[in-house]
T-cell receptor, first 118, second 112 residues
């Protein structure tokens, strides 16, 4: 299994408070992703990173920010949590996407963080 | 925008064969992948199709027709442990090679 961990695994917070979720990998993969998963919506991309300090928005980035100061860590921050951000958050990693090789198309997912905003 | 359509739920009996379809409409395309997710777990990669045709990995096969924007996952000799959700995913191939878009998932129920 790919070495990817997320912390915390569970969190309950109040509306309006800041929250930071951490993703840590030991695979030295270039690409890291944050997704949220909600019933009926599958996995939706929030932000992703293609290198240290290089990030880009996904399809549901409003209300979220990210940072990547080291290859192994990718942080997701909810500046002011809202109830609509109650979800399960997954981090994923993948190797550099070259045209050849199946490995470039695989994403390895962390165990997830269940966040509840009350 | 990007959209991937798959059935929300499928039920089959142990030992049978089941096919889960995925149709997609994306601005770019660089391959169709399939992931399995058990309740409470993380998605795990199953297969990838970059070119048209069938890819086989043990009891699982995946098919792609790029001209039809369509693919499917075929599960043979179903086992109880195959009860899970299955997601198709497309990699965006035009504006950003690094983004993945997922379908909403198909919940497979395998009955004895």
């Amino acid at each position: 299994d790919a070495g990817i961990t997320q912390s915390p695994r569970h969190k309950v917070t109040e509306t309006g408070t800041p929250v930071t979720l951490r993703c840590h990998q030991t695979e030295n993969h270039r690409y890291m992703y944050w997704y949220r998963q909600d019933p009926g919506h599958g996995l939706r991309l929030i932000h992703y990173s293609y290198g240290v300090k290089d990030t880009d928005k996904g399809e549901v980035s409003d209300g979220y920010s990210v940072s990547r100061s080291k290859t192994e860590d990718f942080l997701l921050t909810l500046e002011s949590a809202t109830s609509s951000q109650t979800s399960v958050y997954f981090c994923a990693i993948s190797e550099s996407p070259t045209p050849g090789g199946q490995g470039a198309h695989e994403q390895y997912f962390g165990p997830g963080t269940r966040l509840t905003v009350t | 925008g990007q959209s991937l359509e798959q059935p929300s739920e499928v039920t089959a009996v142990e030992g049978a064969i089941v096919q889960i379809n995925c149709t997609y409409q994306t601005s770019g395309f660089y391959g169709l992948s399939w992931y399995q997710q058990h309740d409470g777990g993380a998605p795990t990669f199953l297969s990838y199709n970059g070119l048209d045709g069938l890819e086989e990995t043990g009891r699982f096969s995946s098919f792609l027709s790029r001209s039809d924007s369509y693919g499917y996952l075929l599960l043979q000799e179903l086992q109880m442990k195959d009860s899970a959700s299955y997601f198709c995913a497309v990699r965006d191939g035009i504006y950003n090679f690094n983004k993945f878009y997922f379908g909403s998932g198909t919940k497979l129920n395998v009955k004895p």
